[in-house]
Each structure stands twice: as C-alpha cells, then as structure tokens.
C-alpha cells in the first residue's frame, strides 16, 4: 500500500491513511522491546524495497558490483536509509503502559519520535511520507504551517485513529462504552476537515489574481544534453561546448521572437567550463558568447557553469545583466549544498588512495549559503530572485533563510540528468515544489533533460516540459511577499516534535515507576 502511495497520486493516495495501520497493530502486538526493534526493521527493510526499488540500480550503477550485491548492500543499509520506522516502534513499545491520564501515550510518543529521527538523521533526498500529499491540491497546502513533517504527523495519526476505531468495533459490549467507540471517530474527522478546510482558504487566498502586480515573464531553455564527458569523449571538449552553447542560444532567441521575455534561465552546469575564469582562448571565446547574447537582446540570463577560486571549484549560477551603457554586469551565486559523495566527498573519503577506486568522489566546495539576487529585468524592474541550484532546493532551510532577505521568486537551477531512476524525476520536482508552498512564492524550475517546470504559491504545476524534451518553456509568476509560520519560525516541528517525544518517553517511565511503588 505505501509502495503505491509514493505516486502521489488518487487513488493511490488512500493508501497513506490506512497503509500503516496493520503495522501499528503489529506493533502493539510485541511483547519486547526487541520484538518492536524488529517490527521496525522489518519495515524500513519492506519500505525500501517496494517504494525505494530503484535503490539496488544505484548502487549497482555507481559501484560496479553485480546487482545481487547490490540488493544484498540495499537490505544491509536499509535501517539507515529509513530509520524512523524502527525509532517509531521502539517509543510506542516503551511508552505502552505509562498512561497519563487522556493522553495517548504510546501512539504520540511513536508519531513524534518518527518526526524527529527524520528531521535529526538528514537523509539522500529528504524525503518523508508527507510528500506524497503533493498529490492532494487541498491538503498540501497546510505545509506552510508545519513543513512536510507537519503533513507526516498528519498520517501518522491518521492511521492511529483508524486502528483504534476498528479495535473499538469488535469489544465485548460490557466494556464498550460512548466514549470509547466516538472518540476515535471525532478525533479522525478534525484530523482531516481541519487542514482540508485551511487547504481551501489558502488555495483561495493565492489562486485570487493580483490585478496590481505585474508578472514577470521567463524563457527556460531545457536542451536536453546530458552526460557532458560522454558526450566529449566522443567528439571532442570543443565540438560538445560548441554544439551545448549554439543550442541554448538558438533556442534563446527563437523564444525572445515569439514572446517579450523579462529573463531567460539555462539550467545547472549547462556551460561546462569555468566562466569568467577561461583556462585558454577558445574558453574566452565561449564566454564572450555567453555575454554577446545578454548585450544584444537586452534580456538579463541566468545559467548554471563552474566558478574557480584559488584553486578551488565551485558548482555555480552566473547572474548576467546588461548596462546602459553597453556593459556587462555579473554576479555569482555558489552552490550552497553539494550534493554528498557525488559533488562533495566527505574529509574522511578524501584520500588519494580511496579517489583511485572510488573516481566518481567530488571536489566541489560550498558557497556562502542562501542569497536574494536584486535583478533588473528588460523592461527595467527589479526582482529579487533566490537562486537554488539542484540539491538546494531539497530542505526547508535554504528558501526559507534566502526569502527572508527579500526574496520574491524562487529560481531553481538542476541537472537530474544523472539519476534518472525509477519516479525520481518527478519526485524531485515535488520536492522543490514544496518550497513554494512554504514560502509562498513562484518558482522558475530549469533542467537540463527536465522537468523543467512553472510552479505557483499553491505548489501548483502550472506548465512544464517532461523528460527527455527539449525547448523552451515560457512562463508567467507573480512576485510574492507573503508571510507564513515557515518563514517565521523555520522548520520548526522538527526539533518540537523530538522534544515531545522525549518528553513523553520521560513521563511514560514516570508512571510506570509510580505504578510499581
């Protein structure tokens, strides 16, 4: 059932009410801690297989083993990649027995613990059941409220309330009582009316046009190159860097053609060379290119190159305007999280020896972190742009901090080109689309083989180009200046949520040692 809830998608959505409800009762079935210690396990192990089966073909394609080793590194691994079923089990099963009163001990203390693992443990992808509630235009929006892990909970509960609804069903008709058999029921209806109705009020709130605003139009260029060095190793580094920048600029003035654009956008490390540091004069050449469309277009682009200083690379976005008086202005913004492993080897990795096996290692560094660009667009406007680039766009973190320093329009940058497995495509781009629904503002999404998107305050998917095409997607957002608890607080529920549990496990222990005086 959970396998199929990760389409995001009705019908399939269901399944994330009820899909964990027999585990729950199998856990509470557990006599031992070590019995819950393995319902856990049994789980994350399940999960990753069916909704994570794409993982075996990762490591498979990464490391060079044969795809049995692969499944049997997958089962090994599992309890890391999703450990939060096992912390859930284990404070349930703890819990159980120290009553406090009304309060369900044992379900809250397992719900918060699961929240707060995941929020502790940084996982590959973030990822979180709450996600898959992208598919549900009403309940996603309560996401500016408690972020992803808020919609979570939501399930969490959920499933809880049905468990006991369904136990209450079948007691004996002495100790069945009113309270007993409508509780449960209430509990489950606000559960669900209450973000539903937010969801509509906020669905209405930024879905109302905004007559005095006026949009602001961009040009994405999504080429559909990937895979640069295969590409060069075939043809050469010049002919592939030719071919790349003639393409992107060919598309760019076809699409300033047909529409009056403010802003074109080419995605990340669209430009695979250092720009503005040219290793030779063929390298300048290409810059000069770059800059040649900006000056006689009149159209500020922003793409995706490496930047180089004192040696060190940087993964990074070129900010290129154009001057009255001819000129060029550039800024840059670097790549706040590399992507682990892939872009950024850990220090204890980066070791000669271990490079020679593993030759995949990054070298990349991290930028100063998250920044709002002022812009000034071809009819003369100024925006603040908060440019993301792949992996940035993620975690809560990163749009949350750049927003709060004025941003309007969420402007994301990546190459999912290189990890094309099963529905990961699409989930990535639901994951940056939470970012709008946190924040509350537009997002521009370019990519290099897609899916480049259009993306509104409401998470809405407003227009996009799959995967594998190529051209240019012209879209429309409304600059955003709204305030939600996400950006107030951060990502809160997080750290409050394994606060809660903490302290329930504390007050569960408590009452069992008071039962036993």
């Given amino acids: 059932m959970l396998a199929l809830f990760t389409l995001a998608e009705w019908p399939w959505l269901i399944f994330g009410f009820i899909g964990l409800t027999p585990w729950l009762a199998a856990i509470d079935r557990t006599k ?11 789980m994350s192990l399940s999960y990753v ?5 794409w993982v075996p073909d990762v490591i498979q394609s990464f490391s060079g083993v044969s795809w049995g080793v692969s499944l049997l590194v997958t089962i090994l691994i599992s309890p890391l990649i999703q450990p939060q079923f096992i912390a859930l089990a284990l404070a349930r099963r703890f819990a159980r ?9 044992a379900p809250l203390a397992g719900a918060f613990a699961y929240i707060g693992v995941e929020w502790a443990i940084p996982k590959f992808f973030s990822d979180t059941l709450g996600h898959m509630l992208f598919g549900s235009v009403l309940l996603r929006q309560a996401a500016d409220v408690a972020g992803i892990l808020g919609l979570t909970f939501l399930l969490l509960l959920v499933n809880d309330c049905i468990l006991v609804i369904i ?3 079948f007691l004996p008709k002495e100790v069945k009582t009113a309270r007993k058999v409508f509780a449960p029921a209430v509990c489950l209806i606000l559960l669900l009316l209450v973000p539903f109705g937010y969801g509509m009020v906020r669905l209405h709130q930024f879905t109302t046009a905004d007559a005095e605003t006026k949009p602001v139009t961009a040009g994405l260029v999504q080429a559909g190159f990937s895979h640069f060095n295969y590409i060069a190793a075939d043809f050469g580094e010049y002919l592939t860097v030719r071919t790349i920048l003639d393409t992107h600029v060919a598309l760019s003035r076809g699409a300033l053609k047909d529409r009056d ?3 074109l956008v080419w995605p990340e490390t669209v430009y695979p060379l250092p720009f503005k540091t040219p290793p030779c004069e063929v390298s300048a050449a290409f810059d000069s290119r770059i800059e040649e469309l900006v000056t006689r277009t009149g159209v500020p682009l922003v793409f995706g190159a490496y930047d180089i200083e004192d040696g060190i690379w940087f993964n990074a976005a070129f900010f290129l305007e154009p001057l009255s008086d001819g000129g060029i202005s550039i800024n840059t913004y670097r790549k706040t999280r590399p992507f682990p492993f ?3 080897a850990p ?5 000669e020896i271990i490079r020679r096996h593993i030759p995949w290692l990054g070298t990349f560094m991290p930028g100063p972190g998250p920044r709002a660009y002022t812009l000034t667009l071809a009819d003369g406007r100024s925006l603040r742009v908060v440019p993301m680039i792949c992996y940035d766009a993620l975690t809560s973190a990163h749009a949350i901090a750049a927003v709060r320093k004025g941003g309007e329009v969420l402007l994301t940058l990546s190459n999912d080109s290189w990890f094309e497995y099963g529905n990961t495509p699409r989930h990535i781009l639901t994951l940056s689309a939470f970012r709008s629904i946190e924040t509350r503002r537009p997002q521009l999404r370019a990519t290099v083989t897609g899916i480049s998107a259009v993306i509104t305050p409401t998470g809405e998917i407003i227009d996009s180009i799959g995967l594998q095409e190529h051209g240019v997607l012209v879209g429309s957002v409304i600059p955003g200046s709204s305030t939600t608890l996400m950006l107030l607080l951060g990502d809160w529920f ?9 302290l329930l496990l504390g007050l569960s222990m408590a009452a069992r040692h008071s039962k036993r005086k």
């Fill in 32 to 42: 031992t801690i070590g019995g819950a210690f393995l319902a856990g396990l049994l």
């Fill in 49 to 53: 297989l069916t909704a994570g089966y």
């Fill in 97 to 105: 027995g120290g009553s406090i009163r009304f309060i369900p001990a």
């Fill in 167 to 169: 136990r209450n069903i």
């Fill in 261 to 263: 654009l403010d802003l």
């Fill in 342 to 344: 892939i872009e950024q």
């Fill in 347 to 351: 220090a204890i990795l980066d070791h």
């Fill in 494 to 502: 997080g750290p409050t949520a394994l606060a809660a549990a903490a």
